[in-house]
C-alpha cells in the first residue's frame, strides 16, 4: 500500500495528464473542427469556409465564425487584405445550409431573425461591412448565399469548374443576403433576373464574360493567384485602398455631383497621410515605398 502523500501526488498528476488532455482535445477540436479556418499571411487574412462535407454550406456555427472572422479583419491594424475561400475542391458555398438554418429558422422567431440583421449579428450583413479590400477566391459551387458572400467581395476570381446561382426559388424563397441588389449591379438586370428566375447555375466561363468575376484560373492556380491580386493590394498605402474603395462603392449609390463630393473629400484626406509622404519620397528615391497604413 502506498503512503498517503505519495497517492495524493500520483492522483494530481493523473488529474493534471487528465487536463492536459482535456485541453488538447478543445485544442485539437479548435485546431480541426473549426467551421472557418482563419490564417494570417504578412499582410493578408486568409478565411477559409471549412464544412467540405456539406459544400461549406452556413449553419449557425459557421455564420458564428464568419461574424467573429470580419470582426479579425476589421479590427486588426496588421490586416489590409482579406481573401474569403472554401475548403476543398467541390465548393466555395453552396449558401445557407437549408437543413440547419433556413429550414428552421435557426430556431429564431421572425422577429428575431429580423432583429438579428438589423444589429449586425447576421452573416449576411458583415461581409459588406469591412472596409478593407476582400477578395474571393471561388473554388467551386457558389450557390445561394455562397455566391452572396461572393458578391460581398470587392474581387472574385474563380477555378475553372467553379459554378454560380442563386438556387432560392427552388425552395420557395428569394436571395436573401443582397442577391437580388448586388448581383443586378455586377451584371445588369437582365442577366441577373434570368439567373434568380431560373435558378440556373452559370459555368465560369460565362460569368467571366458577364463580369460576375475578374479571372478564371486552373484550380491548381486559384489559391496562388488570390494571393498575387491580395498580395498586389497589401504592396499599396492601405488607407489609399480603403478609401478607394468606399469612394467606388458609396459613390456607385449616389447622384454624380455627391459621389464627385466623396471622392474629393477621401482624396484630400489622404494628402495629409504618413503614407503619402512615404510613397511620394520613395518614388523620388527610387525605391519600393515602406508603408504603415496611417
Ligand atoms: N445546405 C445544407 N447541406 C448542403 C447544401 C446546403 N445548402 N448544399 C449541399 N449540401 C450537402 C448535401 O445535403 C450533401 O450532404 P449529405 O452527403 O449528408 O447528403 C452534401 O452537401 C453534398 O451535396 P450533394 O450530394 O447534393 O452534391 P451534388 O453534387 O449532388 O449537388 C449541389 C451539388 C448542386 C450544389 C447541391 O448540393 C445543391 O443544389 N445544394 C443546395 C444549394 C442551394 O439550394 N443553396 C441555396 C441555399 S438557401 C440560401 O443560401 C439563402 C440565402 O439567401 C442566404
Redesign the pocket.
Known amino acids: 500500500m502506498l503512503p498517503v502523500g505519495v497517492l495524493v501526488s500520483v492522483k494530481r498528476v493523473v488529474a493534471a495528464v487528465l487536463v492536459s488532455k482535456a485541453a488538447d482535445a478543445t485544442l485539437l477540436r479548435r485546431r480541426y473542427a473549426m467551421a472557418l479556418l482563419f490564417e494570417k499571411r504578412d499582410h493578408i487574412a486568409i478565411l477559409t469556409l471549412n464544412r467540405p462535407?456539406?459544400?461549406n454550406?452556413?449553419?449557425p456555427e459557421t455564420a458564428g465564425e464568419l461574424i467573429q472572422a470580419a470582426d479579425r479583419v476589421m479590427e486588426e491594424e496588421d490586416i489590409w487584405v482579406g481573401i474569403l475561400t472554401g475548403a476543398g475542391e467541390?465548393?466555395f458555398c453552396?449558401?445557407?445550409?437549408?437543413?440547419?438554418?433556413?429550414a428552421p429558422s435557426a430556431g429564431k422567431t421572425i422577429s428575431q431573425l429580423h432583429e438579428q440583421y438589423l444589429t449586425g449579428k447576421d452573416f449576411?450583413v458583415v461581409l459588406p461591412r469591412i472596409w478593407k479590400p476582400m477578395v474571393c477566391a471561388v473554388n467551386g459551387?457558389a450557390?445561394?448565399?455562397?455566391l452572396?458572400l461572393a458578391l460581398s467581395c470587392d474581387i472574385r476570381v474563380a477555378a475553372e469548374h467553379a459554378?454560380f446561382g442563386?438556387?432560392?426559388v427552388?425552395?420557395g424563397?428569394?436571395?436573401?443576403?443582397g442577391?437580388t441588389q448586388r448581383l443586378a449591379r455586377v451584371v445588369g438586370v437582365g442577366r441577373a433576373l434570368e439567373m434568380i428566375l431560373t435558378a440556373r447555375?452559370v459555368p465560369a466561363a460565362e460569368a467571366l464574360a458577364m463580369g460576375l468575376v475578374s479571372r478564371v484560373v486552373a484550380k491548381e492556380k486559384l489559391m496562388e493567384t488570390a494571393l498575387e491580386v491580395a498580395g498586389a493590394i497589401a504592396s499599396k498605402g492601405p488607407v489609399a485602398t480603403r478609401y478607394a474603395k468606399e469612394a467606388v462603392i458609396k459613390g456607385f449609390e449616389m447622384p454624380l455631383d455627391q459621389a464627385l463630393l466623396l471622392e474629393n473629400m477621401l482624396s484630400t484626406m489622404l494628402r495629409d497621410t504618413a503614407d503619402m509622404k512615404e510613397g511620394s519620397k520613395a518614388f523620388a528615391e527610387k525605391r519600393p515605398p515602406q508603408f504603415l497604413g496611417k
Open positions: 462535407d456539406a459544400l454550406a452556413i449553419d467541390k465548393a453552396a449558401g445557407a445550409d437549408v437543413k440547419k438554418y433556413i449576411r459551387y450557390l445561394g448565399g455562397g452572396e459554378r442563386l438556387p432560392e427552388n425552395l424563397i428569394i436571395p436573401g443576403a442577391g447555375h
